[in-house]
């Protein structure tokens, strides 16, 4: 094994499609018109010395160690901003190029430590390998002049000296090995688009600086990465380097956290991981990343980590830790007992949208044709299953329309109910760096998300709209277009039905859906409304990209319909640069829903009552499937409170934390008689469970997640399973205890059996993957190469729907005891329930949730920054401390659920979406009042957590 | 009839005492109930005469200085008013050598007119050019300016016409017209008076250019430094825009062009044109690579022209009188006339604007006076502070741009300075790289780090240290900037090292302090 090697071509690749030929050291080559001279060389197999370029950023010319000689040019041009011409000579090394760099050279070591040996990026430092390709054998400055290097110079203190700053959890700022050559504050403004980053003082007194020369944790920084990527020397270094070393090999792996699915090398020393560095060839994140996927990665190796499986008889006795054969033996007796003693519908199973795509496809294999019912669902039922249902009865397909490539040709972005730099961070760099190119950007928030005004971007248009009135506001854009001709009647004409056409348009066009009108309940001025319409019809190529905010609500799927109505409308489907992008929240869960995790659906959303999909899996498998859709989660729950449902496997998610109406949960939970929980953590469903299954991190297992644009990227092991078995192994074991025949001895052979079964899997193999790279499905005989772009020649249904969508208001409203609206979201460091992240160092950016109120309402409850409030719905009441902000409009309040001490779904409510019972957690009536500290039901729920993690044998390390 | 009496409001001139001068006129005039009005003109570039106050007797105008204050009493008891005689009277100020050998086409009403009357511009030939260039199509104005060898004045000639070319021809919808007024140079001040003494050429030059390229908006950057042209720039825009100079059409052309002033910060290198343009644009005053040019990509990506203010202060009277009229003047490739800027140790300084051509002997020897201090002339630099420094053996040379890049020279943007023989040429070099060093924006290594080791190797033969080790080493470290670096900053700075090395090389060979003392 060996590291894996990326090619540094020095400046990015040109798009143009007309070719250049030009001579490098006596050598032809053709590149694209636009390749820069070093790139040009570069891939002629040249290296020319560089240390300010690199191809993730635009050439920056400072360095000046790659001048080169251009034959009919004066002088010495850089290869970096000299872009190729045809019929060109150059020459990249001259007597006259030598003396040049090796002068460069010498100024530079001038001004840096000679301690090579004891230095962090020894082996990986571009400094000393241009220092050994010009030759540099001497510095005749000597050492004694001024200098960044030392603290004290001649004994007098060096004030260009700064310490190093370690502030960061994850890298340190050594400023003394610093070149100055700006990579770092490129990569944050071009890449990922911060800002945080400057070069402070001029000349010699030129040093990189965070912020205004503050600690890089107190900036702006958002701990993304990219600049400590980008240097080329110990400067920006991760910690994990320093106190390891050097790695020594590297595999390409995919992120466990959101749905973008950055491709990441890991970076190890036999078994330890040294350090996640984005993978350029990544086509999801191309060579990007957020603090999650590279650095957080720490809660695998996290001491909560349970390692062995434990049962125990009631949820109020301790654990007691068995063997595995001891667990499944347990399991299998008890599930068999629960199915004689309660029926065969009486125990169901949960998938979960971080496990693979193979584990996924077990668990509900277990469930169809171990337990013999359908009683199979997943996490994405309270987040993207309206996505499945809206873009299905439209478009055919229950995902993405496009690439993330897609969005650097779109004109126009629409984000609605999304918070792409928290929630999506490598593509919100992505969509950033777009608008900053000049493409406009309309937000459809209840909040003031960052994207609204962020440096150097600035939305066209902010529709603040009132929480649960997305179906309104949609429909009066439709309004706009309809009413004022805006709509691209070729496009319509020929890939949708015309007559559904007419009578959507009809409806749109009535009057009580004009902007004036909705105004009086969206509290969206009509202008910004029209403004935002005919910016989004006529400014181009427009995409929409939405998440949560839109799906979270008793009209989720009528939502996702309008949004579908609008792209077809204005023909924004079917090309690079538009289209309808639903982001996921999780690494998997477009994979989970692919994989058949839905109750009424089989792999490749075929409905379970379909003959002919069921015939496939029953001639494969040998079993009889159950024709009726099974349970929903929240009908699972229902059936437990029941007392129907006693039974159920939860791999890989945390109901009881996220959830909506946790009481409802915990009781439903509380009813049943063998809850197997398969996690990591003893999380907070696990206070209820019977069977404790450890499960394994991403780093140790092989497998597939399947992002948010439909690419499936394979997921690599690096390291052994600490806790012994991948968690597909588990399942299979567990299966086998129950007699079932499985025997796969890879997860490839998991895929071939999803390719087999499922048209859109077709091609799909480990093998294929490995040549490929990655592929977005579908992925058979009709596009061999995957589909980037959907509906490119007509919809997957055949003719476009246009759906009527009637706004009705959710049951859920204010009145005098619940007065505000309270919406929630995440944030950038934290990740979902913070099961993983909450284990690592992010903490130091968001140690706790907070209520962020609008100032008008906190003064009138007496509410001062960071007081202890209580929030209370109809359905419960929590306690957490106040962030007063005007970043909500008055009358809404807003939170994060990433810490279980919070618990904001005590809050919300059991309503949920019409169609898919998706729960309604953007909506909740509550009241905000001064308070002195937590309330009963928190101190009650934490004894009884701290109560049901009590393992026997060992002590609790508080006690 | 009343009677106009002159005194400039150069700052030049202010800080010679014009302003007490002019104070002191006005008490008398209305002392003794004088018909008499003051006009605040232009300097005429004489600084040695300073203040001078001239008084039109007849339609000629005669002159009186240097005056100081308490002279003013004295002048009007001899009559000043009427043109009396007086040892101050210099006699009718055209007639003055210095002035009257001088060809003024750019300069031509400078210190004459009232800097913002726009009524004494149009009866001294201004917006004859622009009136002209409105009926033109913009590639003919183009064409004019290409006839006529207009090269950039800023220092580095390049043709202005190509550069005009190149941004009529790229698309675009928005194109800019910036004006490189940060005029930072030692010894150079002919931006300034420009500004401060006929304002109206400049903005009539920046309006020809937008009509010749289709740009709709310019800006002048000038620097903090120059608080009074800030002014009269400021208050000229302002008029000429209520005088539909400036605005939606201009001259009723039909095509609009605006423009403001902006004032830098008191970087040196946001004269550098891509420093400038980042400055301009609110970002931190360092130097763009090149390519793209600002001619296709400059101000806010847009293509756009950035000239120096004397080049576009030249336009208007090509375009009246020709591109050929213009040609004829000058020698080889360096057309037309240059406003030479005299300064230093010398006895005549001020602004001389000639033909392309004159003897640097004769300019400092002639023109100049030579030293101020009455000692020999010993070195001269020419172009600023990265100019190479010119030794009587090579005052034949003659000035234009060509003739003195053969001798490792330039002529930037047209200053001289003069140096007496007690200047030690190890300290001038040594203040070349210091310069660097305090004035570099910190982008590129060779001038970020380079500057700060070429004063501490200087120091180093200054102190008898391994010499012609560290000789060698400075030269090395020439090459380096002077092949290596982004910009002219660091990439000039080798000349005026260079130079005092090659033709001064005694005092790079210091007797050691230790020898000294012995």
């Known amino acids: 094994m060996s590291l894996v090697s990326e090619i540094d071509y020095g400046t990015p690749a040109s798009r143009s499609e007309t070719m250049v030929t030009l001579t490098i050291d006596g050598q032809q080559i053709s590149v694209p018109e636009g390749t820069s001279v070093m790139r040009a060389s570069r891939e002629a197999g040249i290296m020319v010395p560089k240390l300010c370029a690199t191809d993730m950023i635009d050439a920056f010319g400072s360095c000046r160690l790659c001048l080169v000689e251009i034959e009919g040019r004066a002088g010495t041009p850089a290869s970096c901003t000299t872009p190729v011409a045809p019929g060109m000579v150059v020459h990249t090394q001259t007597g006259r190029l030598k003396d040049i760099r090796r002068g460069v050279m010498e100024l530079y070591i001038s001004d840096h430590p000679l301690d090579c040996l004891t230095c962090a990026a020894n082996g990986d430092c571009e400094l000393q390998d241009m220092a050994g390709a010009v030759g540099l054998r001497d510095v005749r400055y000597g050492y004694d002049g001024d200098n960044h290097v030392a603290a004290r110079n001649n004994g007098e203190i060096n004030l260009k000296w700064m310490p190093k700053d370690e502030s960061n959890p994850y890298f340190t700022y050594d400023p003394s090995k610093c070149i100055v050559c700006s990579r770092c504050v490129n990569a944050c403004e071009e890449v990922q688009g911060t800002f945080a980053l400057t070069i402070e003082g001029r000349g010699f007194g030129s040093r990189v600086s965070a912020g205004m020369h503050e600690s890089f944790i107190d900036s702006e920084c958002v701990s993304c990465g990219a600049c400590v990527q980008a240097c080329p020397t110990a400067t920006l270094t991760e910690k994990s380097v320093i106190s390891i070393g050097q790695p020594e090999h590297s595999v390409v792996t995919t992120c466990a956290y959101c749905g973008v699915g950055c491709s990441f090398k890991a970076e190890m020393r036999g078994e330890e991981l040294v350090r996640m560095v984005p993978w350029k060839d990544g086509q999801a994140n191309r060579g990007h990343s957020c603090v999650k996927g590279r650095f957080a990665y720490g809660y695998s190796t996290h001491k909560d980590r349970i390692l062995n499986p434990m049962i125990r008889e009631k949820i109020s006795d301790p654990w007691r830790e068995v063997t595995w054969d001891e667990a499944f033996a347990h399991i299998a007796t008890e599930f068999k007992r629960l199915q004689y003693q309660y029926g065969r519908d009486s125990v169901g199973g949960i998938t979960s949208s971080r496990c693979t795509n193979e584990e996924t496809f077990l668990v509900q294999k277990l469930v169809r044709a171990g337990f013999g019912n359908n009683n199979v669902d997943t996490c994405a039922r309270v987040c993207h299953s309206p996505t499945g249902y809206g873009l299905g009865q439209a478009f055919g397909t229950s995902a993405g329309t496009q690439n993330f490539d897609s969005v650097e040709q779109s004109d126009v972005v629409i984000v609605i109910g999304a918070n792409p730099t928290d929630g999506h961070p490598v593509f919100a760099s992505r969509l950033k760096k777009r608008l900053r190119q000049g493409a406009k950007l309309i937000v459809i928030d209840p909040r003031r998300i960052d994207l609204v005004r962020t440096p150097h971007v600035e939305a066209s248009f902010h529709l603040p709209l009132q929480p649960g009135t997305n179906v309104a506001v949609l429909t009066a854009l439709a309004h706009v277009i309809v009413t004022e001709g805006l709509f691209d009647e070729k496009f319509i004409r020929e890939r949708c039905d015309w007559s559904e056409f007419e009578d959507w348009a009809a409806f749109v066009a009535e009057p009580q859906h004009s902007p004036e009108e909705t105004e009086k309940f969206t509290g969206v001025p009509a202008d910004l409304v029209r403004g935002a319409a005919r910016l989004y019809a006529k400014g181009g190529n427009g995409a929409i990209y939405y998440g949560l905010g839109v799906t979270e609500h008793s009209q989720g799927s009528t939502t996702v319909m309008a949004i579908a109505n609008l792209a077809m409308a204005t023909g924004n489907i079917g090309r690079p640069g538009v289209g309808v992008n639903p982001l996921r929240g999780q690494n998997n869960v477009q994979g989970s829903c692919d994989m058949g995790s839905f109750p009424h659906e089989l792999p490749g959303y075929r409905h379970i009552s379909d003959d002919a999909t069921r015939d496939i899996f029953e001639k494969l498998w040998g079993v009889k499937l159950d024709k009726e859709p099974g349970l929903r989660i929240p009908n699972m729950l229902d059936a437990a409170v029941d007392g129907t449902f006693k039974g159920i496997y939860i791999q890989g998610e945390d109901i009881l934390q996220s959830d909506p109406d946790t009481k409802h949960v915990a009781a439903g939970l509380a009813a049943m008689e063998c809850v197997v929980v398969h996690d990591l953590f003893l999380n907070e469903t696990a206070n209820y469970a019977h069977v404790f299954l450890p499960g394994s991190t991403f780093l140790e297992k092989d497998g597939t997640f399947t992002n948010a644009e439909r690419r499936i990227n394979r997921v690599r092991k690096v390291m052994s399973p600490r806790n012994g078995y991948a968690d597909w192994e588990v399942t299979q074991k567990m299966a086998q205890a129950m007699g079932l025949a499985w025997n796969y001895q890879h997860p490839s052979e998991i895929m071939d059996e999803i390719a087999a079964t499922t048209p859109s899997f077709a091609l799909v193999s480990y093998d294929y993957l490995e040549k490929m790279g990655s592929v977005q499905w579908p992925c058979n005989e009709k596009t061999p190469l995957g589909s980037p772009i959907m509906h490119v020649d007509g919809f997957v249904r055949g003719k476009g729907k246009f759906i009527r969508t009637e706004y009705v208001a959710t049951d859920e409203r204010t009145g005098p005891r619940f007065p505000l609206l309270l919406t929630t979201g995440r944030i950038l460091s934290q990740y979902n329930v913070g099961a993983q992240t909450r284990r690592t160092e992010n903490v130091v950016w968001h140690a706790e949730d907070r209520l962020e109120i609008h100032p008008h309402d906190a003064e009138q409850r007496g509410i001062r920054d960071g007081d202890w409030i209580k929030l209370a719905s109809r359905s419960g009441d929590t306690t957490l401390r106040a962030l007063i902000t005007d970043r909500v409009a008055p009358g809404v309040v807003y939170t994060t659920f990433h810490h279980p001490d919070t618990q904001a779904n005590v809050i919300t409510t059991d309503y949920s979406d019409w169609a898919t019972n998706c729960p309604e957690y953007k909506v909740t009536a509550v009241q905000v009042s001064p308070s002195n500290g937590p309330s009963q039901w928190q101190i009650d729920y934490d004894e009884q957590a701290r109560q049901s993690r009590r393992i026997a044998g060992k002590l609790e390390a508080a006690e | ?518």
């Open chain 2, 1 to 518: 009839m009343t009677v106009k009496i002159y005194i400039p409001r150069d700052a030049a001139a202010l800080s010679l005492g014009a302003e007490k001068v002019a104070k002191a006129v006005a008490q008398e005039v209305a002392n003794r109930g004088l018909d008499a009005r003051i006009v605040r003109n232009g300097s005429r570039g004489m600084f040695w005469l300073e203040p001078l106050v001239e008084v039109e007797v007849d339609g000629k105008r005669i002159g009186y200085g240097p005056v100081k204050a308490n002279d003013v009493s004295m002048l009007f008891d001899a009559g000043l008013i009427t043109g009396g005689d007086h040892t101050l009277c210099l006699g009718e100020v055209e007639n003055l050598p210095f002035l009257k050998e001088q060809t003024r086409l750019t300069f031509a009403r400078c210190g004459i007119t009232d800097p913002l009357s726009l009524k004494d511009y149009e009866a001294h030939g201004g917006l004859k050019g622009l009136r002209r260039a409105a009926d033109m199509a913009a590639a003919d104005i183009v064409k004019d300016v290409t006839d006529s060898g207009l090269r950039g004045r800023g220092g580095a000639g390049f043709p202005t016409g190509i550069k005009w070319k190149t941004v009529l021809d790229a698309p675009g919808e928005r194109k800019y017209i910036v004006c490189n007024a940060d005029e930072g140079d030692s010894g150079t001040f002919a931006d300034r008076m420009i500004m401060e003494g006929d304002p109206f050429v400049l903005i009539e030059g920046m309006a020809i250019a937008s009509l010749a390229t289709g740009a709709t908006k310019g800006f002048v950057y000038t620097r903090s430094e120059y608080p009074h042209a800030i002014a009269v720039m400021t208050e000229a825009v302002e008029i000429a825009r209520k005088a539909g100079i400036l605005g939606s059409s201009v001259l009723g052309s039909g095509k609009s062009f605006d423009m403001e002033v902006r004032t830098g910060a008191g970087a040196y290198v946001c004269g550098e044109e891509t420093a400038l343009l980042n400055s301009l644009e609110g970002k931190r005053g360092v130097v763009r690579a090149k390519p793209p040019l600002p001619a296709h990509k400059g101000l806010f990506n847009c293509p756009t022209v950035i000239n120096n203010v004397i080049s576009l202060a030249s336009v208007p009277v090509i375009i009246d009188k020709g591109a050929t009229f213009y040609r004829d003047f000058g020698m080889g490739r360096s057309r037309g006339t240059i406003p030479l800027q005299i300064a230093g140790n010398v006895k005549h300084g001020g602004l001389y604007e000639t033909a392309f051509g004159l003897s640097l002997g004769d300019i400092v020897d002639k023109i100049g006076g030579g030293t101020r201090s009455g000692r020999p002339v010993k070195a001269v630099q020419v172009g600023g502070p990265l100019g190479a420094y010119f030794p009587r053996e090579l005052f034949d040379t003659p000035f234009d741009y060509e003739a003195f890049a053969a001798k490792d020279g330039l002529i930037g943007h047209a200053g001289i300075v003069v140096f007496d023989d007690t200047a030690d040429m190890l300290t001038q070099a040594r203040f070349a790289m210091e310069f660097c060093a305090v004035e570099s924006c910190g982008k590129c290594t060779p001038c970020r780090i380079g500057s700060i080791r070429g004063v501490e190797t200087a120091d180093k033969i200054a102190r008898g240290i391994e010499p012609e080790k560290n000789r060698a080493l400075l030269a090395d470290l020439c090459n380096t900037m002077k092949f290596g670096s982004l910009c002219a900053l660091g990439g000039f700075t080798p000349y005026p090292v260079m130079s005092a090395m090659t033709h001064f090389p005694e005092d790079f060979s210091p007797v050691p302090l230790i020898e000294a003392a012995e």
